[in-house]
């Protein structure tokens, strides 16, 4: 396996805290390129228990585009946790980096990399261009109990790939030990596939904090 880059080792994720009630955002950005931007924004959505109110709904992100869609782009979780626009493909525009959490420390939830992209028909689709759940949490390393939380940044780690890479982080237990303090990360990276249209995972690494 071929090393991770150094800038890996300055890299601190650390997860959201969740809010635990709904919270509208809205933001105005061109995701096309185009000149025209587009809204990307909070959608209140009833909670397991069929609620609505603010401590009960939970939290999803959709985009209204130029031509009056609204499309979802994630599946609802308890909160929003993080929502940017980096430069994450090479395509024109930017692209909508979405943390959602759930859980009352917000261990759980999901991370969506969308992009806009333009059809022949006038009017742009979403495309993902990664995701990850917490429901699907990566193999635990050799001596971990279970995931205890994640984080993820979209940054320039390595010069062998144009543009940007996304590192994902998923921490985990040892037996015994509390939520809190998780002493193993797993680090994922992925570098965006032109030819795909997405991020592809490229090298990982664990990493344990001493005893």
Do not use: W
Not at 72 to 85: A, N
């Amino acid at each position: 396996m071929r090393a991770l880059p150094a800038a890996l080792a300055l890299l601190a994720l650390a997860a959201p805290a969740a809010s635990g009630f709904f919270e509208p955002v809205s933001r105005h950005v061109d995701l096309t390129g185009d000149g025209k931007p587009e809204r990307v924004h909070t959608v209140k959505m009833p909670g397991p228990g069929g609620g609505t109110g603010d401590l009960e709904a939970q939290t999803a992100v959709a985009i209204a585009d130029t031509c009056g869609d609204n499309q979802f782009v994630t599946r609802p979780q308890d909160s929003l946790g993080s929502l940017s626009f980096p430069k994450a493909d090479t395509h024109r525009g930017r692209e909508a980096f979405i943390d959602l959490r759930s859980g009352a420390s917000g261990r759980a939830g999901s991370i969506d990399l969308v992009a806009l992209r333009p059809q022949g028909s006038g009017c742009p689709r979403p495309r993902e261009l990664f995701r990850y759940s917490s429901d699907h949490p990566p193999r635990a390393p050799r001596g971990a109990d279970g995931a205890a939380g994640f984080a993820a940044k979209v940054r320039d780690m390595s010069s062998r790939f144009k543009g940007r890479e996304l590192a994902l982080s998923v921490y985990f237990t040892k037996p015994g030990e509390p939520l809190c303090c998780p002493s193993i990360r797993r680090t994922i990276l992925y570098r965006y596939d032109s030819k795909r249209d997405r991020y592809v995972r490229y090298a990982a690494r664990t990493t344990r904090r001493p005893n």
